[in-house]
């Protein structure tokens, strides 16, 4: 298994763990308010298959989704903290 991991790129692993704590994040949220994957793919008007892809932390999921399900849920699921970025031309 080490193997495989040392193959990954940095970009892909960073992907994978953010992946994963976007998962979490939205188990956590679902969690606080006693719903099951079955009341939130009712809630987001989709199959419990296509969620359960989601919540499994491989699903690269969009932006547009992201925003649907904060919408629906109510609460923030990914969180992008203030800082100072370098104009890419100056």
């Excluded at 298994?1 to 994963?20: A, C, G, N, W």
């Excluded at 998962?23 to 939130?40: H, P, T, V, W």
């Excluded at 892809?53 to 109510?74: E, P, V």
Aim: a negative charge; proline letters at 2%; one cysteine or more.
């Amino acid at each position: 298994m080490d193997d495989i991991r040392s193959t990954i790129s940095p970009e892909m692993k960073l992907q994978m763990e953010l992946s994963v704590a976007i998962a979490n994040r939205i188990y956590e949220i679902l969690e606080a308010r006693g719903m099951s994957q079955k009341d939130f793919a009712k809630l987001m008007g989709k199959t419990e298959t296509e969620v359960s892809r989601w919540l499994s932390g491989t699903h690269n999921l969009t932006m547009a989704t992201i925003c649907k399900i904060s919408a629906a849920l109510d609460a923030e699921v990914v969180k992008v903290t203030d800082c100072e970025l370098e104009p890419a031309f100056a």
